[in-house]
């Protein structure tokens, strides 16, 4: 069973950026199709950015050209760049398959406000 851990949250102004990041447990995360995903107070998770394998990129339509998904499968991690951030960033980030797993971390909460 993969485990997920996020960190690199914390409070930023809008306009402000932050690099999240993610580990996986397991062996085979090179062959992982990966993606962050958040949920804001009130509301559904929703898929955020997702990474395949062969390192192809998606993004939702609120966060492209702002957010930046890569991979480094030497160090079984995945990142999430924000940048240009504003309110309706703010929420819990999370981690996880393309196809999501039942088993979720922790999260790493963003607050953007001033």
């Known amino acids: 069973q993969v485990h997920f851990m996020e960190s690199g949250g914390g409070l930023v102004q809008p306009g402000g950026s932050l690099r999240l990041s993610c580990t996986a447990s397991g062996s085979l995360f090179s062959l992982y199709n990966l993606a962050w995903y958040r949920q804001a107070p009130g509301k559904q998770r929703e898929f955020v950015a997702g990474i395949r394998s062969t390192d192809t990129t998606s993004y939702a339509d609120s966060v492209r050209g702002r957010f930046t998904i890569s991979r480094d499968n030497g160090k079984n991690t995945m990142f999430l760049q924000m940048n240009s951030l504003n309110a309706d960033d703010t929420g819990v980030y999370y981690c996880?398959?393309?196809?999501?797993?039942?088993?979720w971390g922790q999260g790493t909460q963003v607050i953007v406000s001033s």
């Open positions: 996880n398959f393309q196809i999501p797993s039942a088993d």
